[in-house]
């Protein structure tokens, strides 16, 4: 079964400095990969997907992502956080049968200090 | 307002009685999905449809728990003889058929059990 695995439970970091947050998945075939951002108090939010060609994907406010598949990762960055990125961060991968319905990582849970 | 709306958006309710939430999806999303999400987790499929019929269901469903969307629009989650276990966020999202470009997420019903 797929799964996915995001290492860091809590970042904190102080604004201007740079973030990586790290996902790995199990799948080794045809994979999709999506970020999701909770802001507190908010719904689920599409940051960034990856479906295939450029492993590089840009995404809504600054961050990115890589796929590196002889990894097995998905890690997000942003090269300068702010305060207004504090929010809890999700990777997902959906199955690929024909639910599609997404597995997610237990996130990861960035405090950005001013 | 053009998103997923979910309602309550709170329910505190005692041990052993049932709830209903409801989920609003976009008109022209024709997926429904349910997943639950618990403390320092990431959300857990629960269920999903396409149209009016529920095409899958998680062993994380127990006979205590009910979905429906009867025609195809708004769906509503019940939660039979509610147990303090049952104590979580309930998220619906929706997409289009393919669900390629990612789910839009209601904003949750948090359900607490007491």
């Known amino acids: 079964a797929q799964s996915v695995s995001q290492h860091n439970h809590h970042v904190i970091l102080s604004e201007a400095a740079s973030l990586e947050l790290g996902c790995n998945y199990s799948?080794?075939?045809?994979?999709?990969l999506f970020w999701y951002v909770q802001y507190p108090g908010q719904h689920l939010q599409l940051l960034l997907k990856?479906?295939?060609?450029?492993?590089l994907v840009k995404g809504i406010k600054g961050f990115e992502a890589e796929f590196i598949k002889s990894k097995f990762s998905f890690n997000l960055r942003k090269p300068s956080v702010q305060w207004s990125d504090t929010a809890e961060y999700f990777c997902?991968?959906?199955?690929?049968?024909?639910?599609?319905?997404?597995?997610f990582g237990s996130g990861t849970r960035l405090l950005v200090r001013p | 307002d053009t998103g997923v709306s979910q309602d309550p958006r709170h329910k505190i309710t005692k041990r052993g009685q049932n709830v209903t939430f409801r989920c609003d999806p976009i008109?022209?999303?024709?997926?429904l999905y349910w997943y639950r999400q618990t403390l320092g987790q990431g959300p857990e499929f629960l269920t999903y449809?396409?149209?009016?019929?529920?095409?899958?269901k998680s062993r994380l469903l127990s006979d205590r728990f009910s979905a429906e969307r009867p025609k195809g629009s708004f769906s509503t989650l019940e939660i039979q003889r509610t147990e303090q276990g049952d104590s979580a966020m309930y998220l619906c999202?929706?997409?289009?058929?393919?669900?390629?470009?990612?789910?839009?997420f209601g904003s949750g019903t948090r359900l607490t059990v007491v």
């Open positions: 999202a929706s997409s289009l058929e393919t669900a390629l470009y990612g789910y839009t």
């Open positions: 799948y080794g075939g045809t994979v999709n």
């Open positions: 990856y479906f295939s060609g450029d492993p």
């Open positions: 997902a991968v959906p199955t690929m049968d024909s639910s599609y319905k997404l597995i």
């Open positions: 008109s022209e999303h024709n997926r």
């Open positions: 449809f396409q149209n009016e019929a529920q095409l899958e």
